[in-house]
């Protein structure tokens, strides 16, 4: 039997959300924050894909041989994790330096970070999530 072993990455941007897991267009199961889970399939080539709400991964095509593990891990865009936080960080600066020194600008160093983000859920949602081959391949013992 063939499977394939899926590990998501720890991040807080989508903790509470369960990514769905489709092997060739079939929804194989759901997986949470940290966790990793082994799908069984059939030999030969498949398609995966990782989906949470309207967003995605791109396709990922995989050969897996008979009693094969190919290994996987998903997550979320690249340098998804500082997003938010550097957001929260410009906007506490802004409400620093427009309360004690009455500097208004600063408002604006957070916008590349919401553009970023409005591209990820909008024009980009086919590559909000990354999956990638971990481990090429690994037989079962």
Known sequence: MASIHIQ??????NLMRDYKVFIDGQQAGNISNGQHKTFTTTPGDHTLTV?????????????VDDNETIYLEVGGFKNGRWIMP???AILALHFILTTIFNISYTIFLVVPAFVLLFYYISLGRKRYLVLTEINKKASIN
């Not at 989906?51 to 050969?63: H, M, Y």
């Open 8 to 13: 998501r990455t720890s991040e807080y941007n």
């Open 51 to 63: 989906k949470i709400d309207w967003c995605s991964s791109p396709d990922l095509l995989i050969r």
């Open 86 to 88: 550097v957001a929260a």
